[in-house]
């Protein structure tokens, strides 16, 4: 009976503590102490850089993205750089798909506003942004940035999507139809 109430405790448990994965903003590497981005801030060597994907083909169309962008097409790579000392150096952007070729690339050139925009077309697959900060000669900062579009994350299967929700439903339904049959047979006894 004890090993009875352990599973059922342990069962209905595991539906709380799994986490739901968002596949919309921040994905999975979202930083809650990035203050007034929703992205993650990379930091290094006292240089601070954060990443917005804003899609425009899609019906997410304006939302902001961190690393997960739900569906292909055109989209805006929006680079920001936080600190003062990082719009003053040269600063080169790279985009990189999951077969390590370049997609696009922007130049070393200083940006004193601390904004680097670009339009992209992401098709379905995993990307790596770079942002290389060029310190001094031959002394380079590299930032990296993963990007996933059109590819849920396995937990989205269990526990956002439709058929995850109704087999949770279905799971739990049938260890408490299964936990109730077997309290009436000892309650019988």
């Avoid at 600063?91 to 130049?107: A, C, D, I, Q």
């Avoid at 060029?134 to 990296?144: A, H, I, N, S």
């Avoid at 396995?154 to 995850?164: H, I, K, L, N, P």
């Amino acid at each position: 009976m004890k090993s009875l109430v352990l599973f059922l405790i342990g069962t209905v448990g595991t539906l709380f503590i799994l986490p739901c994965s968002s596949f919309a903003d921040c994905g999975h590497v979202c930083n809650k102490n990035a203050g007034r981005f929703k992205c993650p801030v990379r930091e290094k060597d006292g240089y601070s850089v954060h990443m917005d994907i804003y899609t425009q083909e899609s019906i997410y169309q304006g939302d902001t993205f961190c690393d997960n962008v739900p569906d292909p097409g055109q989209a805006t790579i929006v680079v920001d750089l936080i600190n003062d000392k990082a719009r003053t150096i040269p600063v080169m952007v790279k985009l990189f798909s999951e077969k390590n070729e370049l997609v696009k690339s922007l130049p070393s050139r200083t940006y004193p506003g601390g904004t680097i925009s670009f339009p992209a077309y992401l098709e379905k697959g995993r990307y790596r942004l770079e942002v290389i900060m060029q310190k001094k000669k031959g002394e380079e900062l590299t930032f990296d940035f993963p990007i996933v579009v059109a590819i849920k994350p396995w937990s989205y299967y269990f526990t956002a999507s439709q058929t995850g929700i109704f087999l949770w439903a279905v799971g739990l339904a049938t260890v408490l139809s299964f936990s109730l049959f077997r309290l009436d047979g000892l309650l019988r006894k």
